[in-house]
Nanobody, 122 residues
Framework: QVQMVEFGGGSVQAGDSLRLSCTAS????????MGWFRQAPGKEREFVAA????????YYTDSVKGRFTISRDNAKNTVYLQMNSLKPEDTAIYYC???????????????WGQGTQVTVSS
């Protein structure tokens, strides 16, 4: 059985911080690259960040560089997204996903979580 569960979303004001987490089960988590994506109302799904299986390589979309940090704890089968200096344009549903090979924004992703809502008010 494969399960991906995200936690940590909420409603905050601009400038605040949140940490999202995603825990996976039924997968060889420590062997897989992981990614975070988001989708805002009326917008297309957007790549946010990714991390290699070892945690040595990370990738970010330009709009979150310097504000967001992706990390992972393979012993806990969990990937995190630390979000600082949040802006209203960060408002979206955030999803974690497993890479089907390699890591980064341009590789295929397979299993997806249910999503967690992040709302940032000005």
């Amino acid at each position: 059985q494969v399960q991906m569960v995200e936690f940590g979303g909420g409603s905050v004001q601009a400038g605040d911080s949140l940490r999202l987490s995603c825990t996976a089960s039924g997968l060889p988590f420590s062997m897989l690259g992981m990614g975070w994506f988001r989708q805002a109302p009326g917008k297309e799904r957007e790549f946010v960040a990714a991390i290699s299986w070892s945690g040595r390589n990370t990738y970010y979309t330009d709009s979150v560089k310097g504000r967001f940090t992706i990390s992972r704890d393979n012993a806990k089968n969990t990937v995190y997204l630390q979000m600082n200096s949040l802006k209203p344009e960060d408002t979206a549903i955030y999803y974690c996903a497993t890479s089907q090979g390699g890591s980064g924004p341009d590789v295929p992703y397979g299993y997806w979580g249910q999503g967690t809502q992040v709302t940032v008010s000005s």
